[in-house]
């Protein structure tokens, strides 16, 4: 296979091909060996790696054109997403093609850091102190749209993929200081604004048992399910946390448990290590990117990356509040594969269409 | 910039690599402390969790709480919840869709299944995961609960449940006021904390039931049960019980509510009866009501639309959404502004010649007063007495609209009362602000008829009863309120609410308002009052003020007949009232649509609430023992 007239990277391709064939094999276990489920979220993955084919055929200064304009689209989907929902009074997040059903939030994960990498990189870097104002603008428009559906997990998300592009492009480590000081006097504001139920989430996060009936149960079943797992783990399709359902949600958010209760900590490392791997690879790709903009994209995409899976995995090994982050790749639904994949579609495609020359 | 491109671009490079490698870093960093995270898991804690993985064969369950009753100033129960047996289908148990068609024509062949059942299923079958169990029957006869008992082991993804249903024993009585529940739907399963819900089906959605949900919902108990390896419970281990919701005491009186109700008959209207003392919402009408147990599982499309398409809308709450020209009752307030804030050209102590008609200077329109020879020459008294217009018109005018608009807003028109419920509306206190806002001019004959009570103004039943309330109160103000305590169900421990005092009406002086209760008083107890027709025989004093509230507009010249005109057009009538008048004890506000005269149709039902009060007290004192009536 000519990897690079296909336009792949074959580091990062047989990396995301193992990713999904550990991912296919664990969601037939966790699903209790039901075929149907576990067909489908192949038949996803297979469309997913489709879409990053088509996606790497596309030259990087194409995406820096079009950044604006899925910007633009994004933004009117989520506002429409918004009005609909209103009317309907049903669920806020899904658009309804007819035939098929998708989140809008999820081309903001990819439209966002697009849109940042064009508007950032369309001037000097490091950014100026209006630019970096117009920017947080940009980011936090559909951060808060989609905040409003509500999703506060994709939100942040969102926001955070925004955050990187922001670091990546240079931002003063001054303003960064100011700003996180300004994040840290807010959180005990943002305490007493919050619902008590929501102080209650993060309390149950020290102390589990205080919930044992609520989200203290998802993190002390998840936690059953990996410290059972051992060091060899408990063999693939013995994972009984999950087929006696005491894990909830085992195909989705909480994947890595059922992973890591049958393959133990050997295969947990290798998964994590699998991922760091990945991750390093798009953050690679960023590093030899040709200009300002394929440089900024490829960043941050690497960086959302990496944070998706800290925070799923952090939140299923229970050092961080249940919030519904799925794990990329790995999680069983939703639009969120093809996603994921076409921003690795992208990564490819800055990576394969440098040219020859350089220096 | 001297920098000349190259170097930049060499710099930009140069920043943006030394913070890729920050970032990776400190992400590396973070991959480390999860490896620590999971290889602590794994390994030292691996005893803890491999001892607990093998005896997880404990399943919390939910034990859902008892929703906290409803009660009335008498302790006359108006919501309760009592168990029923649900007939319940987990869709994810039975398997396929056919397999789910064929389930659902099993148990139809065992218990009645109506097409609104299979209706109201369905639409939780969209709405609902799969996992959950969705409510198909509720209100199983034994006979039928003991024939899908007996069946239950051949019924797979069946449940069969004793669940607590919420129930409005008197119907539709007070139904704008309590409420009702219904099913979660979801976008509240979006906004609600879940697990506070856990185990339940309903929230309350409109009224009390709504406004007090947190108070009635209680805290889910925890069963912890043994199960097999197959997930049957074998036997219950820890329970924590379920803490019930409060029972609330209102300070409704069901039996003068229904009284009013039935005062009211097939009209259309609204009435608030207060206590001025303390705020106190004796009676909380607007009708047509409606039956809200209905609504408790889901009512059908059909009798849902029936309601809708009713011309009468019993849906509407009249009581607090209803905004309606005040007519003449606003006179009584604007009485006392003559006395307080005269304007520049009208001194209250000099009469005023009413000769029928009302001209603004330089203009040819003619203002009519009701009566169409005049009322002669008139003072205040005979101006509040009589229903005098031309008196108000002229008064209106010296005050102007900034005004009447100033001495108007301490009574709350034009503002929220901040009943406890949700939705009030404000009604409209105009202003040429409040027109320019909209695109529109000020004119000066808006003013005139404000004066009436008529034009831009709008009140709501309850701002009227509270205003009314400020004035028996001698300007004293309640934040009008309908709930009086929340009870512990277990303890009956009572946590009181106590009247939340307002800003007071700001008067000159105490006997201005004196004066314009004697001229409220003229108006029920004197013969040439307007409303003398319920004032004649009452044993106690009462001060009121009618009200005719022009619901289509008459040309000039044009005559208004009552009976010529269509019911829908006819005047709205209005009565606002309080009594004793020397000690004040309930408020009241009536508003009939299309009822015609304030004085025929509005004030006799103002009079059969106040004589409940007044009378009713009295008469159950002599009967039973002193103390327990005194309040």
Redesign the interface.
Known sequence: MNFQRLHLDKTMFYALLALALVSVLTVYSASGKDLGTTGSHALRLLFGFGVLLAVAQVRPDNFERWSPHLFAVGLGLLILVLLIGTIGKGAQRWLNLGVVRFQPSEIMKLALPMMLAWYLARADLPPTLVRLGGAFLIALVPAVLIARQPDLGTGTLVFAAGAFTLFLAGMRWGVIAVLAAGVAAALPILWNVMHDYQRHRVLTLFDPESDPLGTGYHTIQSMIAVGSGGFYGKGWLNSSQAHLEYLPEAGTDFIFAVFAEEFGLIGGLILLGLYVFVGLRAMLIAFYAQNAYARLLAGGLGLIFFFSFFVNIGMVVGILPIVGVPLPVMSYGGTSIVTVMAGFGILMSIQTHRRIVEH | MLNIPLK?HFR??R???A??SV??SV??L??L???A???W???F??D???T???A?RI??L?IPPVRGLLLDRNGVVLASSYPVYTLEIVPEQVGSRSELRQLLDDLGRLVTVTDGDLKQFEKQLR?RPRFEALTLRTHLTDAEAARIAVRRPYLQGVELQARLQRHYPLGGLGVHAIGYVGRI???EM?RI????Y?GMHHIGKLGIEAAYERLLLGQ?G?EKVETN?H?RALRNIERVAPLAGRNLHLSLDAKLQALTEEALGKRRGAVIALDPRNGAVLAFVSTPTYDPNPFVNGIDSTNYKALLDNPDKPLINRALNGQYAPGSTIKAFLGLAALEAPGENFDPSRPVVCDGSFNLPGSRHQFRDWKKAGHGTVGLREAIQQSCDVYFYRLAVALGIEGVKKFLAPFGFGRKTGLDLMGESEGILPSPEWKRARGLPWYPGETVVVGIGQGPILVTPLQLASATAALANHGRRFTPRLVASAENAKTRERQEFPPQVLDPVPLQDAQHLEQVIQHLTAVVHTDRGTAYGIGWNAPYKIAGKTGTAQVAGIAQGAVYREKETPERLRDHALFISFAPVEDPQVAVAVIVENGGHGSSAAAPIARKVMDHIILGRQSAAAVAPKSEHEE
């Open positions: 930049d930009q490079t920043i943006f690599n913070r890729l970032a990776a992400l590396l973070l991959a402390v999860l490896a995270r999971i290889a898991l794994q390994l804690a691996h803890h969790f491999s607990l993985s093998q997880n399943r919390p939910p709405e739907n979801e976008s979006s904390d879940k697990g506070a856990r889910v925890v390896a997930g």
